[in-house]
């Protein structure tokens, strides 16, 4: 039923924000260049790497698809990428890992190899889902970079401090999850954008 409901919601998503995609599309190639689209290797269901897709917010960096990323850093952040990554509208590209099976409406957020790596054992639990677009960790978490940002170690802060709270959340929706509990985190997260 919820890899049903994924496809049915996928199709319905991606024809109605097809305007809005195009018109981020030309924004970003008009103002930089390409690649529009940035791809990550991400560790995913049974500790299977596949390629994320987001939007391309920030100023192309080498090695960054591969996981090698700067905590908390908005300096590379474009115009266009700055209102994208506010309204969480940089994540669009995810319905397509959705349509693909990589990934799931909701589920817990995917990490890359670095981060699994930190706690291997609670990732290995959690990897037992699909991970997903949006997640109770994604709500409470949904202002991160401004945490990140004032840290004056904003690695440490996330591996130490974040991440494991993180985990938590992964690991109580994984215990508890149901089809009904995932409605619910589709529109708390609905919510959760427009506050």
């Known amino acids: 039923m919820k890899r049903l409901f994924d496809c049915i919601a996928c199709f319905g998503g991606l024809f109605l924000f097809f305007p809005l995609l195009v018109i981020f599309v030309v924004l970003l190639l008009f103002y930089s260049g390409f690649p529009i689209f940035f791809r990550q290797q991400r560790v995913g269901q049974n500790g299977c790497l596949f390629t994320l897709l987001k939007f391309r917010t920030m100023t192309v960096q080498p090695g960054a698809e591969k996981g ?63 991970p997903g677009i949006t997640d109770p960790a994604s709500i409470k978490f949904r202002n991160e970079e401004k945490l990140l940002a004032r840290s004056p170690d904003p690695e440490r802060t996330y591996r130490d401090e974040i991440l494991p709270q993180k985990l938590a959340l992964y690991e109580e929706y994984v215990r508890t999850r149901s089809f009904c509990g995932d409605i619910k985190l589709i529109f708390a997260t609905i919510v959760a954008l427009f506050k």
């Open 68 to 130: 090698s990323f700067e905590v908390g850093s908005t300096q590379r952040v474009t115009a266009v990428g700055r209102f994208l990554r506010k309204t969480k509208l940089d994540e669009l590209p995810q319905l397509w890992n959705v349509l693909i099976g990589d990934m799931s409406l909701v589920g817990p957020r995917p990490e890359v190899r670095k981060w699994v790596e930190a706690y291997p054992e609670r990732w290995a639990f959690v990897h037992t889902v699909r």
